[in-house]
């Protein structure tokens, strides 16, 4: 009776505990079943690109982000690169990486997002102490503000050292792809038939970059804001459209109320659903 007594004693403290604990995400696969980190990393070592979809204010993506780096580094030959860096910042990112160029150097000669010292740093700096490439793969936002304004025809007319820092030109596109329908209808009335297309060239420019870097039997991990990658488009469907064999691994993130169970409008967004408590601190 003892004995069975404390087995009782012993589970009621122990879902007591797990009660009273509290996490700020939950991990799900692309059905909305709850999968481990450690699961995760297991499927993703052997992909040959990770595309992971961030919201760019989001700590709980971003502490994430360093996480699967270091993991996926332990177990593969790592290549990083990001939408966060404009293709034409390349020389200054690849001196910082050398040792060539201070940290204030490189905000000087490289046009960082304004929350890079708290949210991509940890990933440029472990590139650096690791030796990994780290990709520019964006194309530069004034070339993206060209095609917003007039299409793609306004880059023809562009230098050839310009064109250097997109995918070469004419784009593919296909304005029927989820991502780029969802735009049009999120802008309503403010939308035009340019908006996706600007998208588009960051889309197309980035699978350039990411294929142009990818070594043969390497990983190239690669961060980009979800709608880059949700829904296995975007990007995904640019690096398929020139290598339809590469296996590509996603992940997203969401918000929720409640991370207990995925929202049925999230399901299917990526391989691996990142859903983040609603309450957590953002970045900015």
Not at 8 to 24: D, E, G, N, R
Not at 148 to 168: H, I, Q, R, T, V
Request: hydrophobic fraction near 40%.
């Amino acid at each position: 009776m003892k004995k069975f007594l404390a087995f009782v004693l012993t589970i009621y403290a122990a879902l007591t505990l797990q009660a009273q604990q509290k996490s700020p995400y939950t991990l799900f696969d692309a059905k909305g079943r709850k999968v481990s980190y450690a699961k995760m990393i297991k499927m993703l070592k052997d992909k040959d690109i990770v595309l992971f979809g961030e919201y760019h204010n989001n700590a709980i993506a971003h502490w994430l982000q360093l996480s699967v780096t270091k993991d996926l580094h332990s177990k593969r030959s790592l290549t990083l690169g990001a939408e966060m860096f404009e293709a034409d910042n390349q020389t200054a990112l690849n001196q910082y990486l050398a040792g060539q160029l201070s940290a204030k150097g490189l905000d000087s000669n490289a046009r960082l997002w304004k929350n890079y010292p708290t949210d991509y740093a940890p990933l440029v700096n472990f590139a650096k102490a690791n030796q990994l490439p780290f990709i520019a793969t964006n194309i530069p936002r004034k070339y993206a503000a060209l095609v917003n304004k007039g299409g793609f025809g306004k880059l023809d007319s562009l230098s050839s050292e310009e064109k250097k820092w997109m995918a070469p030109l004419p784009f593919a596109y296909d304005a029927g792809l989820p991502g780029y329908v969802n735009m049009m209808k999120m802008m309503g009335v403010h939308a035009t038939d340019n908006m996706p297309k600007a998208q588009a060239s960051k889309d197309a420019t980035m699978a350039h970059f990411i294929l142009a870097n990818h070594k043969e039997g390497g990983l190239f991990l690669h961060f980009n804001g979800a709608y880059h990658s949700d829904n296995y488009d975007g990007i995904n469907w640019y690096l398929k459209q020139q290598k339809p064999a590469l296996n590509i691994g996603t992940i997203s993130t969401v918000s929720q109320a409640n991370i207990k169970s995925l929202l049925a409008e999230h399901m299917g967004k990526a391989d691996f659903i990142i859903c983040v408590d609603t309450d957590m601190t953002n970045t900015y």
